[in-house]
Nanobody
Framework: QVQLVETGGRLAQTGSSLSLSCLASGHTGTIAAMGWFRQAPGKEREFLRAIRWNDGNTYSANDVVMGRFGITREIAKNTMYLQIHTLQPDDSAVYYC????????????????????WGQGTQVTVSS
């Protein structure tokens, strides 16, 4: 089992930046990749970025996301990060991290149902 806890969500102003963290515990040696998703009220869960745990290679939903959302990880701390730049009101959502224990192509880590473990989410609210 892997447990995930997201932190860092808060009320932020438009145009500012924010960093979220996801701490993994338990059988972290089984993690192949981790990802960040978000879900706004009334909308489906949306994939943002993923990172392969062993080599740090990343995948992004699209170029716009890649430009505004940075993903990194610190293996020694079992922690993944999401840096969000130039926050917009549309970024308001619950942000979730997830862990996948299956080795796969990076481009296949964008499917929420494929992930094995999820955190409870952290709320980001961007004021206009």
């Amino acid at each position: 089992q892997v447990q995930l806890v997201e932190t860092g969500g808060r009320l932020a102003q438009t145009g500012s930046s924010l960093s979220l963290s996801c701490l993994a515990s338990g059988h972290t040696g089984t993690i192949a990749a981790m990802g960040w998703f978000r879900q706004a009220p009334g909308k489906e869960r949306e994939f943002l970025r993923a990172i392969r745990w062993n080599d740090g290679n990343t995948y992004s939903a699209n170029d716009v996301v890649m430009g505004r959302f940075g993903i990194t990880r610190e293996i020694a701390k079992n922690t993944m990060y999401l840096q969000i730049h130039t926050l917009q009101p549309d970024d308001s959502a619950v942000y979730y991290c997830a862990a996948d224990t299956h080795l796969d192509r990076l481009s296949d880590y964008d499917v929420a149902d494929d992930y094995d473990y999820w955190g409870q989410g952290t709320q980001v609210t961007v004021s206009s």
